[in-house]
Protein backbone atom coordinates (compact mmCIF):
# COMPACT_ATOMS: atom_id res chain seq x y z
CA UNK A 1 0.00 0.00 0.00
CA UNK A 2 1.36 3.55 -1.13
CA UNK A 3 0.58 4.98 2.58
CA UNK A 4 2.80 2.06 4.23
CA UNK A 5 5.89 2.37 2.14
CA UNK A 6 5.93 5.92 2.62
CA UNK A 7 7.23 5.79 6.36
CA UNK A 8 8.36 2.13 6.31
CA UNK A 9 11.86 3.26 6.81
CA UNK A 10 11.26 5.02 10.35
CA UNK A 11 8.64 3.07 11.49
CA UNK A 12 10.87 0.45 11.05
CA UNK A 13 13.28 2.35 13.73
CA UNK A 14 10.35 2.74 15.94
CA UNK A 15 9.15 -0.69 16.41
CA UNK A 16 12.77 -2.04 16.72
CA UNK A 17 12.66 0.46 19.95
CA UNK A 18 9.23 -1.28 20.72
CA UNK A 19 10.27 -4.59 20.33
CA UNK A 20 13.31 -4.41 22.66
CA UNK A 21 11.05 -3.23 25.41
CA UNK A 22 8.81 -5.94 24.63
CA UNK A 23 12.00 -8.53 25.14
CA UNK A 24 12.22 -7.12 28.36
CA UNK A 25 8.29 -7.26 28.97
CA UNK A 26 8.35 -10.95 28.54
CA UNK A 27 11.63 -11.34 31.10
CA UNK A 28 9.65 -10.19 33.45
CA UNK A 29 6.44 -11.98 32.42
CA UNK A 30 8.31 -15.21 33.10
CA UNK A 31 9.79 -14.12 36.37
CA UNK A 32 6.25 -13.01 37.27
CA UNK A 33 5.38 -16.49 36.77
CA UNK A 34 7.81 -17.89 38.86
CA UNK A 35 7.65 -15.79 41.62
CA UNK A 36 3.72 -16.77 41.88
CA UNK A 37 3.98 -19.93 41.64
CA UNK A 38 6.28 -19.95 44.82
CA UNK A 39 3.75 -17.39 46.54
CA UNK A 40 0.79 -19.45 45.78
CA UNK A 41 -0.48 -16.78 44.40
CA UNK A 42 -3.75 -8.45 34.64
CA UNK A 43 -15.52 7.30 27.24
CA UNK A 44 -13.04 5.05 32.53
CA UNK A 45 -11.03 3.92 35.56
CA UNK A 46 -7.69 2.41 36.71
CA UNK A 47 -1.93 -3.59 38.71
CA UNK A 48 -0.86 -7.13 38.51
CA UNK A 49 1.87 -8.35 35.92
CA UNK A 50 1.42 -11.15 33.49
CA UNK A 51 0.79 -10.99 30.23
CA UNK A 52 -2.72 -13.26 28.35
CA UNK A 53 -2.87 -16.67 29.52
CA UNK A 54 -3.71 -19.46 26.75
CA UNK A 55 -6.48 -20.48 29.59
CA UNK A 56 -6.56 -21.05 33.43
CA UNK A 57 -3.84 -22.11 34.81
CA UNK A 58 -3.52 -25.08 37.50
CA UNK A 59 -5.24 -23.96 40.81
CA UNK A 60 -6.44 -20.99 39.47
CA UNK A 61 -10.34 -22.15 39.11
CA UNK A 62 -11.67 -21.39 43.03
CA UNK A 63 -13.59 -24.46 44.11
CA UNK A 64 -16.50 -22.90 45.15
CA UNK A 65 -20.52 -22.46 44.35
CA UNK A 66 -19.97 -19.56 41.74
CA UNK A 67 -22.33 -19.12 38.81
CA UNK A 68 -20.92 -20.85 35.37
CA UNK A 69 -21.19 -17.64 34.00
CA UNK A 70 -18.92 -14.85 34.20
CA UNK A 71 -20.35 -11.68 32.29
CA UNK A 72 -19.42 -8.33 31.78
CA UNK A 73 -22.70 -6.51 30.38
CA UNK A 74 -20.69 -3.68 28.47
CA UNK A 75 -22.34 -0.80 26.44
CA UNK A 76 -21.77 1.86 23.51
CA UNK A 77 -23.55 4.77 23.89
CA UNK A 78 -22.22 8.00 21.57
CA UNK A 79 -18.46 7.78 21.96
CA UNK A 80 -18.46 6.21 25.67
CA UNK A 81 -18.44 3.09 27.32
CA UNK A 82 -21.05 2.07 30.02
CA UNK A 83 -20.37 -1.13 32.54
CA UNK A 84 -19.07 -2.51 35.79
CA UNK A 85 -15.69 -1.57 36.60
CA UNK A 86 -15.13 -5.16 38.29
CA UNK A 87 -15.54 -8.45 37.46
CA UNK A 88 -14.00 -11.86 38.70
CA UNK A 89 -10.93 -13.27 37.36
CA UNK A 90 -11.43 -16.42 35.19
CA UNK A 91 -13.17 -17.39 31.80
CA UNK A 92 -15.00 -13.58 31.49
CA UNK A 93 -17.25 -13.05 28.72
CA UNK A 94 -17.62 -9.43 27.60
CA UNK A 95 -21.50 -8.90 26.07
CA UNK A 96 -21.17 -5.99 23.96
CA UNK A 97 -24.11 -3.75 22.89
CA UNK A 98 -23.08 -0.81 20.46
CA UNK A 99 -26.00 1.41 21.22
CA UNK A 100 -24.47 4.16 18.94
CA UNK A 101 -25.00 5.04 15.20
CA UNK A 102 -20.91 3.84 14.58
CA UNK A 103 -18.97 1.51 14.56
CA UNK A 104 -16.74 0.47 17.55
CA UNK A 105 -15.18 -1.86 19.83
CA UNK A 106 -13.51 -2.97 23.06
CA UNK A 107 -9.62 -3.88 23.29
CA UNK A 108 -8.29 -5.14 26.74
CA UNK A 109 -5.03 -3.97 27.76
CA UNK A 110 -3.57 -5.76 30.52
CA UNK A 111 -1.93 -2.56 32.09
CA UNK A 112 1.44 -2.95 34.07
CA UNK A 113 1.88 -1.91 37.61
CA UNK A 114 1.08 0.97 38.99
CA UNK A 115 -0.16 2.69 35.53
CA UNK A 116 -3.48 3.91 35.36
CA UNK A 117 -6.30 4.83 32.16
CA UNK A 118 -5.10 8.81 32.60
CA UNK A 119 -1.42 8.00 32.25
CA UNK A 120 -2.10 6.13 29.09
CA UNK A 121 -4.37 8.99 28.39
CA UNK A 122 -1.50 11.26 28.62
CA UNK A 123 1.39 9.56 27.96
CA UNK A 124 0.13 7.38 24.84
CA UNK A 125 -2.71 8.41 23.28
CA UNK A 126 -2.20 11.75 22.96
CA UNK A 127 0.79 11.51 21.58
CA UNK A 128 -0.79 8.92 19.18
CA UNK A 129 -3.41 11.60 18.26
CA UNK A 130 -0.11 14.23 17.78
CA UNK A 131 1.31 11.80 15.49
CA UNK A 132 -1.83 11.10 13.37
CA UNK A 133 -2.65 14.79 12.90
CA UNK A 134 0.86 14.76 11.53
CA UNK A 135 0.42 12.20 9.15
CA UNK A 136 -2.90 13.61 7.96
CA UNK A 137 -0.69 17.05 7.43
CA UNK A 138 1.92 14.68 5.43
CA UNK A 139 4.41 15.68 7.93
CA UNK A 140 5.31 11.75 8.48
CA UNK A 141 8.62 11.99 9.60
CA UNK A 142 7.82 13.91 12.37
CA UNK A 143 4.74 11.58 13.54
CA UNK A 144 7.67 8.82 13.57
CA UNK A 145 9.48 10.71 15.99
CA UNK A 146 6.02 11.59 18.30
CA UNK A 147 5.64 7.65 18.08
CA UNK A 148 8.96 7.39 19.31
CA UNK A 149 8.55 8.96 22.53
CA UNK A 150 6.56 6.72 24.51
CA UNK A 151 7.33 5.71 27.75
CA UNK A 152 9.09 2.54 28.15
CA UNK A 153 5.97 1.26 30.27
CA UNK A 154 3.94 0.83 26.90
CA UNK A 155 6.21 -1.52 25.76
CA UNK A 156 4.76 -3.98 29.09
CA UNK A 157 0.46 -3.09 28.10
CA UNK A 158 -0.38 -6.53 27.27
CA UNK A 159 -3.41 -6.58 24.31
CA UNK A 160 -5.64 -9.62 25.20
CA UNK A 161 -8.74 -9.52 22.90
CA UNK A 162 -12.49 -8.11 23.61
CA UNK A 163 -15.08 -7.77 21.41
CA UNK A 164 -14.21 -6.58 17.67
CA UNK A 165 -15.50 -4.21 15.17
CA UNK A 166 -19.67 -3.57 16.02
CA UNK A 167 -21.79 -1.26 14.19
CA UNK A 168 -24.46 0.59 15.71
CA UNK A 169 -27.24 -1.64 16.52
CA UNK A 170 -25.61 -4.95 16.74
CA UNK A 171 -24.05 -6.83 19.96
CA UNK A 172 -21.96 -9.65 19.97
CA UNK A 173 -19.22 -11.45 22.70
CA UNK A 174 -16.20 -12.53 23.36
CA UNK A 175 -14.72 -14.41 26.28
CA UNK A 176 -11.39 -14.52 27.22
CA UNK A 177 -9.13 -15.75 30.78
CA UNK A 178 -8.45 -13.15 32.59
CA UNK A 179 -6.31 -13.27 35.67
CA UNK A 180 -7.00 -10.79 38.41
CA UNK A 181 -5.23 -7.37 37.39
CA UNK A 182 -5.69 -3.94 36.02
CA UNK A 183 -6.81 -3.20 32.71
CA UNK A 184 -8.33 -0.46 30.40
CA UNK A 185 -10.92 -1.32 27.59
CA UNK A 186 -10.69 1.26 24.68
CA UNK A 187 -11.76 2.08 21.39
CA UNK A 188 -9.45 4.44 18.91
CA UNK A 189 -11.88 4.27 16.11
CA UNK A 190 -11.85 8.18 14.80
CA UNK A 191 -14.49 10.66 14.05
CA UNK A 192 -13.48 14.10 12.33
CA UNK A 193 -9.82 12.70 12.51
CA UNK A 194 -9.94 12.35 16.39
CA UNK A 195 -9.28 8.99 17.91
CA UNK A 196 -12.59 8.01 20.18
CA UNK A 197 -9.67 7.05 22.82
CA UNK A 198 -8.53 10.41 23.28
CA UNK A 199 -10.33 13.27 24.54
CA UNK A 200 -9.14 16.82 24.00
CA UNK A 201 -11.05 18.18 27.05
CA UNK A 202 -8.22 18.50 29.44
CA UNK A 203 -8.52 16.38 32.17
CA UNK A 204 -11.35 14.02 30.91
CA UNK A 205 -10.58 10.94 29.60
CA UNK A 206 -11.37 9.66 26.20
CA UNK A 207 -13.70 6.02 25.55
CA UNK A 208 -11.87 4.23 27.58
CA UNK A 209 -12.75 2.10 30.56
CA UNK A 210 -11.29 0.78 33.92
CA UNK A 211 -11.59 -2.46 34.77
CA UNK A 212 -10.46 -4.29 38.16
CA UNK A 213 -10.18 -8.24 37.46
CA UNK A 214 -10.28 -9.90 41.33
CA UNK A 215 -9.08 -12.90 42.42
CA UNK A 216 -10.07 -16.10 42.84
CA UNK A 217 -10.85 -16.76 39.48
CA UNK A 218 -14.27 -18.10 39.38
CA UNK A 219 -15.68 -21.71 37.64
CA UNK A 220 -16.89 -20.33 34.89
CA UNK A 221 -16.70 -22.78 31.98
CA UNK A 222 -14.80 -22.70 28.66
CA UNK A 223 -17.53 -22.21 25.58
CA UNK A 224 -18.14 -24.91 23.33
CA UNK A 225 -17.42 -23.81 20.00
CA UNK A 226 -19.20 -25.01 16.61
CA UNK A 227 -16.08 -23.24 14.34
CA UNK A 228 -12.44 -23.50 14.79
CA UNK A 229 -10.19 -20.15 13.12
CA UNK A 230 -6.59 -20.22 13.20
CA UNK A 231 -5.14 -17.10 13.05
CA UNK A 232 -1.08 -16.90 11.95
CA UNK A 233 1.33 -14.40 10.53
CA UNK A 234 0.01 -16.09 7.20
CA UNK A 235 -2.94 -15.01 7.70
CA UNK A 236 -6.96 -16.97 8.00
CA UNK A 237 -7.23 -20.82 8.30
CA UNK A 238 -10.46 -22.43 9.17
CA UNK A 239 -9.83 -25.49 11.24
CA UNK A 240 -12.80 -27.04 11.89
CA UNK A 241 -16.75 -26.84 11.80
CA UNK A 242 -18.86 -25.11 10.16
CA UNK A 243 -21.14 -21.51 10.36
CA UNK A 244 -24.55 -21.48 10.56
CA UNK A 245 -27.38 -19.41 9.86
CA UNK A 246 -28.81 -17.70 13.88
CA UNK A 247 -25.84 -17.59 16.76
CA UNK A 248 -22.13 -18.88 15.92
CA UNK A 249 -19.56 -19.83 18.70
CA UNK A 250 -16.27 -19.52 17.07
CA UNK A 251 -13.30 -20.35 18.81
CA UNK A 252 -9.88 -17.98 17.67
CA UNK A 253 -6.39 -19.87 18.08
CA UNK A 254 -3.44 -17.42 17.93
CA UNK A 255 -0.82 -19.17 16.66
CA UNK A 256 2.01 -16.74 16.47
CA UNK A 257 2.22 -12.87 16.30
CA UNK A 258 3.76 -10.47 15.00
CA UNK A 259 3.93 -6.36 15.04
CA UNK A 260 2.87 -4.71 11.58
CA UNK A 261 3.72 -1.17 10.08
CA UNK A 262 0.87 -0.09 11.97
CA UNK A 263 2.11 -0.66 15.47
CA UNK A 264 -0.79 -3.29 15.94
CA UNK A 265 -1.14 -7.15 15.41
CA UNK A 266 -3.42 -9.62 13.65
CA UNK A 267 -6.81 -9.93 15.17
CA UNK A 268 -9.85 -10.65 13.25
CA UNK A 269 -13.55 -9.36 12.49
CA UNK A 270 -16.56 -10.29 10.80
CA UNK A 271 -18.17 -7.66 8.30
CA UNK A 272 -21.21 -8.46 6.36
CA UNK A 273 -21.02 -8.22 2.19
CA UNK A 274 -23.85 -6.28 0.84
CA UNK A 275 -24.37 -5.31 -2.69
CA UNK A 276 -22.68 -2.50 -2.03
CA UNK A 277 -19.41 -3.21 -0.43
CA UNK A 278 -16.26 -2.61 -1.58
CA UNK A 279 -13.42 -5.24 -0.46
CA UNK A 280 -10.81 -2.75 -1.42
CA UNK A 281 -12.51 0.02 0.52
CA UNK A 282 -12.87 -2.04 3.57
CA UNK A 283 -9.31 -3.59 3.56
CA UNK A 284 -7.83 0.54 3.08
CA UNK A 285 -9.96 1.32 5.92
CA UNK A 286 -9.01 -0.82 8.92
CA UNK A 287 -4.96 0.65 8.43
CA UNK A 288 -5.75 3.01 11.20
CA UNK A 289 -2.69 4.98 9.94
CA UNK A 290 -4.14 6.09 7.05
CA UNK A 291 -5.95 9.97 7.80
CA UNK A 292 -9.14 8.09 6.29
CA UNK A 293 -8.57 4.50 8.33
CA UNK A 294 -10.67 3.35 11.00
CA UNK A 295 -12.69 6.74 10.82
CA UNK A 296 -16.25 7.11 10.84
CA UNK A 297 -18.64 6.15 8.67
CA UNK A 298 -17.05 2.58 8.37
CA UNK A 299 -17.46 0.96 5.19
CA UNK A 300 -19.08 -1.74 5.65
CA UNK A 301 -21.82 -3.29 8.65
CA UNK A 302 -19.31 -5.47 11.33
CA UNK A 303 -20.81 -8.30 13.15
CA UNK A 304 -18.50 -8.74 16.03
CA UNK A 305 -15.02 -10.55 16.17
CA UNK A 306 -12.29 -10.73 18.72
CA UNK A 307 -8.91 -8.05 19.17
CA UNK A 308 -5.35 -8.81 18.87
CA UNK A 309 -3.74 -11.56 21.72
CA UNK A 310 -0.39 -12.87 22.37
CA UNK A 311 0.52 -15.84 20.55
CA UNK A 312 -0.80 -19.39 21.98
CA UNK A 313 -3.61 -17.37 23.24
CA UNK A 314 -6.81 -18.99 22.72
CA UNK A 315 -10.45 -17.00 22.97
CA UNK A 316 -13.39 -16.99 21.54
CA UNK A 317 -16.21 -14.82 20.15
CA UNK A 318 -20.05 -14.91 19.13
CA UNK A 319 -21.66 -13.46 16.36
CA UNK A 320 -25.29 -13.79 14.93
CA UNK A 321 -25.44 -14.41 10.94
CA UNK A 322 -28.24 -14.44 9.06
CA UNK A 323 -27.65 -16.25 5.35
CA UNK A 324 -25.92 -14.22 3.32
CA UNK A 325 -22.01 -13.15 2.57
CA UNK A 326 -19.79 -12.16 5.23
CA UNK A 327 -15.58 -11.73 4.97
CA UNK A 328 -13.30 -12.36 8.30
CA UNK A 329 -10.70 -9.53 8.32
CA UNK A 330 -7.83 -7.98 10.30
CA UNK A 331 -6.86 -5.26 11.12
CA UNK A 332 -3.74 -4.99 9.65
CA UNK A 333 -2.43 -3.13 6.20
CA UNK A 334 -3.60 -4.68 3.15
CA UNK A 335 -5.18 -7.34 4.96
CA UNK A 336 -6.25 -9.33 1.76
CA UNK A 337 -2.71 -9.27 0.13
CA UNK A 338 -1.02 -10.64 3.50
CA UNK A 339 -3.71 -13.75 3.61
CA UNK A 340 -6.17 -11.68 6.35
CA UNK A 341 -9.35 -11.00 4.05
CA UNK A 342 -11.69 -14.77 4.45
CA UNK A 343 -14.86 -14.76 2.75
CA UNK A 344 -17.58 -16.98 3.44
CA UNK A 345 -21.03 -17.81 2.81
CA UNK A 346 -23.54 -18.55 4.96
CA UNK A 347 -26.25 -20.52 4.02
CA UNK A 348 -30.14 -21.40 5.04
Known sequence: MRFRNIFQNPMTRVLRDLS???RRRTLWV??????????????????????????PAEGTVAESDASPQNVLELRAVGMRFEGPHQIPAGWVTIRFENLSNMV???????????????????????????GMDLIAAGETESA???????????????????????????TAEATVFLEPGEYMLECYIKTNGVFHSYNPQPG???????????????SAAEPDANFTLAISSEGFKSVEGELRPGRNMIRAVFQDQKVY???VRHDVHVLRIDEDTDLDAVGAWMD?????????????VFVGGLNEMP??????FSVDLAPGRYAFIAEVPSPAENGFLLPFTVKD
Open 204 to 218: ELGMVHGLSVIGPAV
Open 288 to 300: WSRPDGFETPAPA
Open 104 to 130: HFALIDRLPPGVTPKEMASEVAAKFQR
Open 311 to 316: AGNTAY
Open 261 to 263: ANF
Open 20 to 22: AAR
Open 144 to 170: MQVFGTFPEWFGDVVFLGGPGLLSGGE
Open 30 to 55: HVGAVVMAMAGLSGCGDSQPASGSAG
